[in-house]
């Protein structure tokens, strides 16, 4: 399971999403996070799906990424079926006692299934396509107004940045220190709740060790190479807008519309 979390990786390329200007990533993503929750229908979670597809194939990035990332939602989009399915009233299809399985509550299963996977699938193209460096400046470029109420904006784009940077280690690691127990004849997948958290205890510890050495590790080489955040700080590559992040922003405008069409 823990091979199968892909947030926060970056797959290099040169497709038309990879050359976008990250800040229009940014707001593409926002925009489309924002259409799947005005979709009030399948038709519009369907054109979320379709967009979602045309993205991915511009990006060349592999499906199989897609499937991974999903992977680990998994329990969550069955437990949130499974509360709209009988907790939402409506008319009545099918009773069990006290229990009411009802015509909406299983449409809305349907839609926030869908909307939570297509949530996911779209967040993680940002990072797919996007490298830690230039994330850092998108958001930091994106936030900059908010300097002028004395907000760190560069602290908070950097920590948000090294936090998704570091999930790919950590959760190797992570796998690392459970095959390393497991060899040391390590029983985590059996007994009650109760005793698998304490067979967790192992695996927790280490990894708190580990995690703190590295980032005194990372705080210690950034002091060597006299990091001192955003101030008089100058960037390799300026972030500039070009006619394909005009194109994206009205694609989004455009999908936003049909969805809101689509509902009426």
């Known amino acids: 399971m823990l091979k199968d979390i892909t947030i926060g990786q970056y797959f290099p390329g040169q497709s038309f999403i990879h050359k976008m200007d990250p800040r229009m990533k940014?707001?593409?993503?926002?925009?489309?996070?924002?259409m799947l929750f005005l979709a009030g229908n399948l038709m519009g979670i369907c054109a979320g799906i379709l967009l979602l597809i045309l993205m991915y194939q511009l990006s060349g990035v592999p499906m199989n990424m897609v499937t991974k990332s999903l992977k680990p939602v998994i329990p969550v989009v069955i437990f949130t079926s499974v509360l709209n399915i009988f907790f939402v009233s409506g008319e009545v299809l099918l009773k069990f006692f006290f229990i009411e399985i009802t015509r909406e509550g299983i449409n809305l299963a349907i839609l926030m299934s869908f909307r939570i996977l297509c949530l996911i699938a779209g967040s993680s193209l940002l990072t797919y396509?996007?490298?830690?460096?230039?994330?850092?400046d998108a958001?930091?470029?994106l936030l900059n107004p908010l300097k002028k109420l004395k907000v760190p904006v560069h602290?908070?784009?950097?920590?948000?940045?090294i936090a998704l940077r570091f999930i790919p280690t950590l959760i190797e690691e992570t796998d690392k220190i459970i095959n390393a127990q497991k060899a040391r004849g390590a029983d985590m997948e059996s007994g009650g709740l109760m005793q698998r958290a304490k067979a967790l205890v192992p695996i927790l510890i280490p990894l708190f060790v580990s995690s703190f050495r590295r980032a005194d590790e990372l705080a210690m080489a950034m002091e060597c190479r006299c990091y001192r955040g955003g101030?008089?700080?100058?960037?390799m590559k300026q972030l500039q807008y070009s006619h394909r992040d005009w194109?994206?922003?009205t694609v989004m405008a455009g999908a936003i519309v049909v969805v809101l069409l689509l509902n009426v």
């Open 231 to 235: 101030d008089g700080r100058t960037r």
């Open 139 to 141: 958001i930091e470029r």
């Open 26 to 34: 940014i707001i593409s993503t926002l925009l489309y996070i924002v």
């Open 129 to 136: 396509t996007t490298s830690p460096i230039e994330l850092t």
């Open 247 to 249: 194109i994206a922003l």
């Open 155 to 161: 602290e908070l784009s950097m920590m948000m940045t």
